[in-house]
Nanobody, 121 residues
Framework: QLQLVESGGGLVQPGGSLRLSCAAF????????ITWFRQAPGKERDGVTC??????YYADSVKGRFTISRDNAKNTVYLQMNSLKPEDTAVYYC????????????????WGQGTQVTVSA
């Protein structure tokens, strides 16, 4: 059974940085694409970046500010978020699937429980 656990969320001021982690248990991340989704209050869940083997993809809203990476030895994917804005406030979820799905979820993902990111002065 695929289990994903996110961590690293919190409260940060505009312009600040956070690094989220997505640790996998019970399976190897080597064979999956990992996508970071986020869901703000009253909005749909939206994929903003994914990593497929060594290839990375970003939504325009986060390009140049967010960096996704993976450490296969630790079976963990990271999301480094810099220059954070209030509109980045959301619950961030990592999801495993076969293929990258920026935008709405495909419906085939396995999900973590989410971690809250709040960007506010």
């Amino acid at each position: 059974q695929l289990q994903l656990v996110e961590s690293g969320g919190g409260l940060v001021q505009p312009g600040g940085s956070l690094r989220l982690s997505c640790a996998a248990f019970g399976f190897s991340l080597d064979y999956y694409t990992i996508t970071w989704f986020r869901q703000a209050p009253g909005k749909e869940r939206d994929g903003v970046t994914c990593i497929e083997f060594t290839n990375t993809y970003y939504a325009d809203s986060v390009k140049g500010r967010f960096t996704i990476s993976r450490d296969n030895a630790k079976n963990t994917v990271y999301l480094q978020m810099n220059s954070l804005k209030p509109e980045d406030t959301a619950v961030y979820y990592c999801a495993a699937d076969h293929g990258c799905h920026l935008g709405p979820p495909a419906g085939s993902e396995s999900w973590g429980q989410g971690t809250q990111v709040t960007v506010s002065a």
